[in-house]
């Protein structure tokens, strides 16, 4: 079965500075959903991946596919602390895997 | 809102008890999906159903059954419950069958005491 492993698990930044979550799978990544998620909330759709080498952003985050490294990454600019919070890499195909999540506190 | 609809939003209850949650999918949404998610487990996929029929299976305990109605709404039942079925309890939608967008539901919070 399909494994998300993300890294780091936590991660505290000041505010201001650019950071990066990574995700990587066990198998092909056929398409890759990055979720938000403010603890003991539901969850935010961030963006979807589903092309090797596609790149999307939406404000300050962008995230990449690369399909031959079966890794997504997702890059925040300039961090503020609404950007606080659990990030979550899911894989597709059918039902949608979960990496462990990335928590993220940003220090104003 | 989502468009997907969870109730209740909290529950709290005894072990050995059992209880009912609820998910209404997004409109139009044919394919729903349920998800644990514990401090120690993270976000575990439970089940998928797809128009009424059960489409994919994860880390389901015996214990857990679910199902899905004519008019897409799906319940998750939890019976003879520990304490450590205490979770977050996420329903998620989507058009089809094979993802193509998975809307969540703002989960049910379930306390075993």
């Known amino acids: 079965s399909q494994e998300l492993e993300q890294s780091p698990q936590s991660l505290i930044v000041q505010e201001g500075k650019n950071l990066t979550i990574n995700c990587t799978s066990s198998?092909?990544?056929?398409?890759l959903y990055w979720y938000k998620q403010k603890y003991g909330e539901g969850l935010i759709f961030l963006m979807m991946l589903q092309k090797g080498g596609e790149e999307k952003s939406h404000e300050k985050i962008t995230a990449k596919l690369d399909e031959k490294k079966q890794q997504s990454s997702l890059h925040i600019t300039a961090s503020q602390p609404s950007h606080a919070g659990i990030y979550l890499c899911?894989?597709?195909?059918?039902?949608?895997?979960f990496g462990q999540g990335t928590t993220l506190q940003v220090k104003p | 809102d989502s468009g997907v609809t969870q109730t209740p939003k909290h529950l709290i209850t005894a072990t050995g008890q059992r209880v009912t949650l609820r998910c209404s999918p997004r409109?139009?949404?044919?394919?729903v999906y349920w998800y644990q998610q514990s401090l120690d487990q993270g976000l575990q996929f439970l089940i998928q159903?797809?128009?009424?029929?059960?489409?994919a299976k994860g880390n389901i305990l015996e214990r857990f059954s679910a199902q899905q109605f004519p008019d897409l709404h799906s319940e998750l039942n939890l019976s003879s419950l520990e304490l450590g079925d205490s979770a977050l309890y996420f329903c998620?939608?989507?058009?089809?069958?094979?993802?193509?967008?998975?809307?969540f539901g703002s989960g049910t919070r379930l306390t075993v005491v």
């Open positions: 409109s139009g949404d044919l394919s």
């Open positions: 159903y797809y128009n009424g029929e059960e489409r």
């Open positions: 198998k092909t990544l056929y398409g």
């Open positions: 899911g894989a597709a195909g059918g039902k949608l895997i």
């Open positions: 998620a939608s989507s058009a089809s069958g094979k993802g193509g967008g998975y809307t």
